[in-house]
């Protein structure tokens, strides 16, 4: 059986064991790469520092990086009485090396371990949900220009209110999303700062480099303070959930409004039969289930940031293991948003558009906006064209002209679908992606 890092001549409880490891092995499994590359980064500077020969140097990074080959290659596994991913590396470390393995925890503590082990992942999966989500507003955008010219009713109050486009409504959401990635950014830029040196929370005795393992790491800058790095555990968990709730939240409304168009009632969309499902008793349903249950997983990712919250808004500065907890949640939290991602950018490309929405004449008020506002432009006071439309409508005398013609920054003659486009790509090019990428390669050479 192998012994925990920390333990000395006393063997815990195995009940107790059981309860304070709970699901961390699970989650760590995915922390095991970003474990390997802060250890190369920490090891590389213990030996700049004197704290490790060259030779055992070229030694243990020789070893990392043979198992790092193994995690990418979905070999590695935490075995059942290792307490979790940091004692699994050494372990093996010091199954190959035998001492010169135990020489790699010199300067830390799995504090800024898991610290580190869990930015440099947060890191890599921001990357790929910020990828997927261009692609999401990509397809929106592209709709948008495909139908630009088709009309459907807006509505307020869920009432009829006036012309709008599909064009808008496509486009709306990609601008939408847009603003969600400079709420990503902040997160990205919060996320992307070095904690390793803190140690437990107060630094080290030994001459430790930090700058070093930054620039190594591909961070920003540090967290300059040990005990804020410290007290950054949960902070930047929430941070990132917040993000990835906004994303959420703008998709879940997309879901909705999918879920009401492709209904008989509005017939505004139509989603291919291979994308929906069938009724057990109802012959004729073709059920938009997957935009159902998207709905639902984003409406459960928006709880995320609450829950890392609530786990730990009554903390004081320093470590507690209630933080371990947060892993459980935040984790399993990106691989489910990609999911959603990648499916409604699927559907979204999949969409059949109605585009004779507003022959039905249950339409016909929709345009009575545009029918004052022509009449104004003719020079007629706006209240009172305003007025002499409501008679007629009141009189059953309004004839609808259908002829829209908005010609603003934004609106549905002038979409502005490049603007979006060039405000998309400005806030992806502000993440330092190429930085970090360049950084890691050079490690694993």
């Not at 920490?42 to 193994?70: C, F, N, P, W």
């Not at 991913?85 to 010169?100: A, F, I, K, N, Y």
């Amino acid at each position: 059986m192998a012994a925990k890092i920390w333990e000395k001549n006393i063997q815990v409880d195995k009940k107790i064991e059981k309860y304070t490891v709970g699901r961390d092995r699970e989650m760590d499994a995915f922390l095991a790469a970003s474990d390997v590359l802060g250890s190369m980064a920490h090891i590389t500077m213990l030996e700049s520092v004197g704290l490790l020969q060259k030779d055992e140097l070229q030694t243990l990074l020789t070893a990392l990086k043979t198992i790092y080959r193994v995690i990418e290659e979905g070999r590695f596994t935490i075995e059942d009485d290792v307490e979790d991913v940091h004692s699994q590396v050494e372990l093996l470390l010091t199954r190959r090396l035998g001492d010169m393995g135990k020489k790699i925890h010199s300067g830390r503590s799995r504090n800024d371990q898991v610290l580190v082990d869990l930015k440099v992942f947060t890191r890599s999966e921001i990357q790929k949900i910020t990828n997927l989500t261009d692609q999401l507003i990509d397809v929106l955008l592209a709709q948008s220009d495909r139908y630009k010219h088709v009309l459907l009713p807006g509505y307020t109050h869920l009432q009829i209110a006036m012309p709008s486009s599909f064009g808008l409504w496509f486009a709306a959401y990609a601008e939408g999303l847009a603003d969600d990635l400079q709420l990503m950014q902040a997160a990205w830029k919060i996320t992307n700062r070095n904690p390793l040196g803190s140690a437990a929370g107060y630094g080290s005795s030994f001459p430790l480099n930090r700058q070093l393992t930054t620039d190594l790491l591909g961070f920003d800058t540090m967290n300059y303070n040990v005990v804020y790095a410290q007290m950054g555990r949960g902070k930047m968990e929430r941070t990132v959930a917040t993000a990835l709730a906004a994303i959420a939240s703008t998709v879940s409304r997309l879901a909705y409004d999918a879920c009401l168009y492709n209904s008989q009632n509005f017939g505004f969309i139509k989603l291919p039969d291979q994308f929906t499902t069938g009724s057990s008793i109802m012959p004729h349903k073709k059920n938009p289930d997957v935009f159902e249950l998207t709905r639902a997983k984003c409406n459960k990712l928006q709880a995320l940031p609450q829950q890392i919250t609530l786990i730990t808004n009554n903390l004081p500065s320093g470590y507690f293991r209630d933080l371990q907890l947060i892993k459980e949640v935040f984790i399993p939290a990106f691989a489910e948003l990609k999911d959603i991602l990648e499916i409604t950018t699927m559907m979204m490309g999949s969409i059949i558009v109605n585009e004779h929405i507003l022959n039905d004449p249950r339409y016909d008020y929709l345009f009575s906006v545009e029918t004052v506002n022509r009449l104004t432009l003719e020079g007629v006071p706006f209240r009172d064209a305003y007025k002499k439309v409501g008679l007629d409508i009141e009189a059953g005398n309004y004839k609808p002209d259908r002829s829209v013609n908005h010609t603003h920054e934004g609106s549905i003659g002038n979409l502005f679908n490049d603007k979006i486009r060039e405000y998309k790509n400005q806030i992806i090019n502000g993440f330092s992606f190429k930085k970090v990428e360049k950084a890691i390669s050079e490690m694993l050479k």
